[in-house]
C-alpha cells in the first residue's frame, strides 16, 4: 500500500492541449512503473496537478522530474519558434512566456 502521494503540479499554458496533458499521464505511467502508480490528473486554476502514490517518493519524484524537464524544453522551444517567425512577420510579441 502506498505511503505517500505526490502533487506534481505544472502551469496549464505550458501545455498545448487536452491531448498533451494525456500524453504526460501516459509518460509518467511509463517511466514510474514499478515504483509508483499515478492516480489521475486535474485541471484547474491555471494549473494541471497529476497525482502518485508511492512508497519511494524520492525516486518517484526524480522520475518525473525528467518528463517535466522535457516538457519545459519543449515549450520554451515552441515559444522560441513562434517568437522567430512573429518578429518576420511583423506581428508585435511582447513576452516569450505570456499564456495562450
Known sequence: MPEYQLVLQLPS???PDFDAMVAIED????R???????DGHDIGSGTINYFVLT????Q????AKSVFEMLLLEFVERQL?????????GSAVNSLFAPH
Open 13 to 15: 499554458n505550458i501545455v
Open 27 to 30: 509518460e509518467l505511467i511509463e
Open 32 to 38: 514510474l512503473s514499478g515504483i509508483a502508480e499515478v
Open 55 to 58: 512508497t519511494k517518493p524520492k
Open 60 to 63: 518517484a519524484f526524480e522520475r
Open 81 to 89: 519558434i513562434e517568437y522567430i517567425f512573429g518578429q518576420r512577420s
